[in-house]
């Protein structure tokens, strides 16, 4: 079946040790997307790739960095992980901008 | 940039009772409408969708959805829930003067539905 698959399903970085989250698409969708969301509340989003085209929100804090290597990957780039930033990790494609969004299971960070 | 907002944060109620969740948007024109369901542990699901057309949508498990333009509302309707019906219901809304499509979220709405 067409996927968005997201790995690892759970990580647990140390404060300030840089963690890299993964997603992958079956879906051979043009834009991906990366969304944080904290308990109870709706999914943020931080930035997406139109194909190689780069949109960070304006809110996104510079320590969150992404990079899509080719049309299936996305990575999600925390470089100096704080106590705030655990949450889960929602990645998402979508055949083109505009459209409908699929999301993968997510994956729950933990900062200790 | 559009706005959503979901009326009531957390519902409760017993199987077979009929269920309706609010959702307005902050501004008229061109829009793409959207609910959401996450089940507990699970992942953000596709219920139903809305771009143009009648209205009145229907999705998946029993949903729908009745789009109405003059009240900027798009509110969920189930006629009669199950057990299995609890989860969180995100509405969404694409802006259609976006170029970039942002999808943005109402707040949720916890529902829990009792045997």
């Known amino acids: 079946d067409a996927m968005v698959i997201q790995n690892p399903r759970y990580q647990v970085t140390q404060f300030g040790k840089p963690v890299t989250l993964s997603c992958s698409q079956t879906?051979?969708?043009?834009?991906m997307y990366w969304y944080q969301q904290k308990s109870s509340q709706a999914p943020k989003l931080l930035f997406h790739?139109?194909?190689?085209?780069?949109?960070n929100e304006a809110d996104t804090p510079d320590n969150f960095q992404s990079r899509r290597p080719n049309t299936s990957f996305c990575f999600l780039d925390i470089r100096s992980p704080g106590l705030g930033d655990a949450a889960m990790y929602l990645c998402?494609?979508?055949?083109?901008?505009?459209?409908?969004?699929?999301f993968g299971p997510g994956t729950r960070l933990l900062v200790l | 940039a559009q706005s959503v907002s979901q009326h009531n944060h957390h519902v409760i109620l017993s199987e077979a009772a009929s269920l309706e969740l609010g959702c307005n948007y902050s501004?008229?024109?061109?829009?793409?409408l959207f609910w959401y369901v996450q089940y507990p542990g699970q992942h953000l699901q596709l219920l139903l969708k809305?771009?143009?057309?009648?209205?009145l949508v229907k999705g998946i498990k029993g949903f729908e959805a009745e789009f109405i333009k003059s009240k900027f509302s798009f509110n969920l309707r189930k006629p009669s829930v199950q057990w299995s019906d609890t989860a969180e219901y995100f509405c969404?809304?694409?802006?259609?003067?976006?170029?970039?499509?942002?999808?943005?979220f109402g707040a949720g709405t916890q529902v829990v539905v009792t045997p």
């Open positions: 879906l051979n969708h043009n834009v």
């Open positions: 809305y771009f143009s057309g009648d209205p």
């Open positions: 998402a494609t979508s055949r083109r901008l505009q459209e409908t969004q699929y």
């Open positions: 501004y008229g024109g061109t829009v793409n």
């Open positions: 969404a809304v694409i802006d259609g003067t976006d170029s970039w499509g942002k999808l943005q």
């Open positions: 790739y139109y194909d190689k085209d780069f949109n």
